[in-house]
Every structure is written in C-alpha cells, then in structure tokens.
C-alpha cells in the first residue's frame, strides 16, 4: 500500500511541477502579447492560449496542492474533535469531496469529448479545437479525484498516515 501511495505522490509531484512549467508559459504569452502590442504586431490569439495554459496550470497543480495540504480547509467543526469522532468526520468529508471531484472529472471528460465529437472551435482569431485546451483540464480534474480518493483510502486504512493530530498529514509529497 505504501509504495503506490508514494508512487501516486511521485505522479502529483510531476503534475505540479508541470503547473509550474505552464505557469512560467503562461507568463511569457504574456510578455510576448505586451511586446507585440507595443511594437504594433499581431499577437494572433496569445491572450486566449494564455487561458487555455492558466486553467491546465491551475487543474494541475491541485492534486499536488491538496496533498501537500496546501488547500485552505475549513477546520471549525473538524478541529473541535479528537480520536476516533475525528477520524470519523474526516472519512466522512473526505468521502463527500470524493464525490464531488470525481464528477468533476467526469464532467470535464464529458466537455471534452462532446467539443471532439462536435468539433467545436474556440471564438478567437486562432479558432483552436475545444478539445485539445479541455483535455488536460480533464486529466487534472482526474488527477485531483484519484488524489482525494487516495486519502480517503489512506484516512480508513492508514489514519496515522493523514492523521493531523500526529503529523501534518501527507505533508511534502
């Protein structure tokens, strides 16, 4: 169990990583549409590019950020408890966001494939396949459900593991 949660903590690793890449594109689109603006060129759809990379950047990174707990949780009603009523409140939550990401990710999924299967095209001057920015945004969506899941199994069978009470749970993957 341990070496395929530290192999899936290796894989969001490389997602942030990734997003942080995509986020040093994402700034030099943008140098690269002030500088053309500057000296009256065409830019020729940079600022949408520049989205497609800041929504893939941001889906990337979030299975990364949420198991190196850097989300913000609302702790009000968790922190209150300790032991076993916490254990079962985190399970619990954790069950809850299991759910809400994986439709999510399969909603992004869904957004892909139905752009592919329509071929939709984006509105600006470069009229780029839908598909091929939402694609990625999906694998990110399907990266954070697998992270969620992955600590929902870890908080019933390994609590010690997410335990914050003991440790700062999963910290630096």
């Known amino acids: 169990m341990r070496a395929l949660s530290n192999a899936l903590d290796g894989v969001y690793r490389i997602a942030g990583f990734l997003a942080g890449l995509l986020l040093i594109l ?3 689109l943008i140098l690269y549409s ?3 603006r500057l000296l009256s060129l065409y830019a020729g759809g940079a600022a949408d590019v520049a989205g ?3 929504a893939t950047s941001t889906f990337m990174a979030l299975a990364y950020t949420f198991r190196s707990n850097g989300h913000i949780r ?3 009603l968790v922190q209150r408890f300790t ?3 916490r254990r079962r409140i985190e399970v619990f939550s954790l069950a809850f966001m299991s759910g809400i990401a994986i439709f999510v990710a ?3 999924t869904r957004l892909a494939y139905d752009s592919y299967d329509f071929g939709e095209r984006s ?3 470069d009229a780029i396949l839908m598909w091929i920015p939402q694609a990625p945004v999906a694998a990110g969506a399907w990266l954070l459900a697998v992270a969620v899941v992955h600590t929902l199994i870890q908080a019933i069978f390994d609590y010690d593991a997410v335990n914050p009470e003991h440790a700062a749970g999963p910290g630096e993957v």
């Open 83 to 85: 032991g076993p009523a």
């Open 52 to 54: 497609y990379v800041m």
């Open 26 to 28: 994402l700034c030099c």
């Open 34 to 36: 002030i500088v053309a």
């Open 106 to 108: 399969w909603y992004m």
């Open 123 to 125: 509105q600006g001057a």
């Open 74 to 76: 609302v702790q009000l």
